[in-house]
């Protein structure tokens, strides 16, 4: 079994200073794995999620610095049996973030597709892959909380959870 934390759209330092504590807490207490979906802002968001657990994640729309240039448009990664592939959400065809997330992962045939770009918390189920955005844990724009997600997997299964705060 794993336990994964999943962020998107942290843009640090401009929309936090540091973590929020409820995403602290969550790291203290143990995680398998971390997911970040794109727009880090920073390196520095990378340099202290990782002194928790393995970091996997994607460019977003803002990273512009040569850090960035390192992260790729799209990662794909397995824990336990589940196939997760990992898109910021802004690239690709479709009308919508959910769209575009979906028609740019298809094809690698994964079990759930965590995106972010929207900052808008979003799980849905099509052709049996899950899509989630996890929303935003320090800039949740028009939303009425923060958010993060959690991906429990085991050994043929996983379960997706949104967390918010205020």
């Not at 592939?85 to 994964?110: E, F, N, W």
């Not at 991906?151 to 967390?163: G, I, P, V």
Request: glycine fraction near 6%; include cysteine; proline fraction near 5%.
């Amino acid at each position: 079994m794993k336990k994964i934390l999943i962020i998107a759209d942290t843009h640090m330092p401009k929309k936090g200073i540091s973590l929020p504590e409820q995403l602290i807490s969550v790291l203290k207490k143990g995680v398998d794995l971390i997911i970040h979906a794109g727009d880090w802002s920073e390196k520095s968001v990378y340099e202290e999620l990782s002194l928790y657990a393995p970091v996997y994640g994607v460019r977003g729309n803002v990273e512009k610095d040569e850090w960035a240039k390192q992260l790729p448009d799209k990662e794909v990664l397995q824990a336990e049996q589940i196939k997760i592939a990992i898109v910021h959400g802004h690239l690709g065809k479709g009308r919508t973030t959910p769209d575009r997330a979906y028609q740019s992962c298809m094809k690698d045939k994964p079990d759930v597709i965590i995106f972010g770009h929207s900052h808008i918390p979003f799980m849905e189920k099509r052709d049996e892959i899950t899509i989630f955005n996890p929303g935003s844990p320090t800039d949740k724009r028009r939303q009425k909380k923060f958010s993060y997600g959690i991906l429990t997997t085991t050994s043929n299964d996983f379960e997706l959870k949104h967390y918010y705060f205020t």
